[in-house]
C-alpha cells in the first residue's frame, strides 16, 4: 500500500507564493506517475497537475498554467507543486494522488486514473 502525505497548505495573500510538499511511503515512488487535484466548498474535485514516473513530463489545467509547477525527487520520495501568483480562487483543499500506470511518460488528468489519495491539506488565499 501506498501512503501519501501532503504539507505545506497555509494562508497566503493574493500573489503570493506556497510549495507543497507529497511525501510518499509503503512503496517505490518512481513506479507511480503523481497527480495534483484541487476541491473547494461545494465543488468537484478538479485536476491542477500532473507529473510522469521519471518527471520528465509534466501537464496543467489552463486556470494554473505559468503560475503552478510540479516536481519529484524520487530519491527523496516526495512531490512538490509550486504555486506562484495566487488568486482567491485557488482557495481549496489540495491533494496529491499515485497512478500506478505502467507507462513512463503517461500524466492523466482523470481522478477516476488515479489509485492512492493523500489525505489533503487546505490552501486559503486572500484578497
Known amino acids: 500500500q501506498l501512503q501519501l502525505v501532503e504539507t505545506g497548505g497555509g494562508l497566503v495573500q493574493a500573489g503570493g507564493s506556497l510549495r507543497l510538499s507529497c511525501a510518499a511511503s509503503?512503496?517505490?515512488?518512481?513506479?507511480?506517475?503523481m497527480g495534483w487535484f484541487r476541491q473547494a466548498p461545494g465543488k468537484e474535485r478538479d485536476f491542477v497537475a500532473a507529473i510522469s514516473r521519471s518527471g520528465g513530463s509534466t501537464y496543467y489545467a489552463d486556470s494554473v498554467k505559468g503560475r503552478f509547477t510540479t516536481s519529484r525527487d524520487n530519491a527523496k520520495s516526495t512531490v512538490y507543486l509550486q504555486m506562484n501568483s495566487l488568486k482567491p480562487e485557488d482557495t481549496a483543499v489540495y491533494y496529491c494522488?499515485?497512478?500506478?500506470?505502467?507507462?513512463?511518460?503517461?500524466?492523466?488528468?482523470?481522478?477516476?486514473?488515479?489509485?492512492?489519495w493523500g489525505q489533503g491539506t487546505q490552501v486559503t488565499v486572500s484578497s
Open positions: 509503503g512503496r517505490t515512488v518512481s513506479n507511480y506517475a
Open positions: 494522488a499515485a497512478d500506478a500506470t505502467t507507462y513512463v511518460s503517461t500524466t492523466r488528468t482523470s481522478a477516476r486514473d488515479y489509485d492512492y
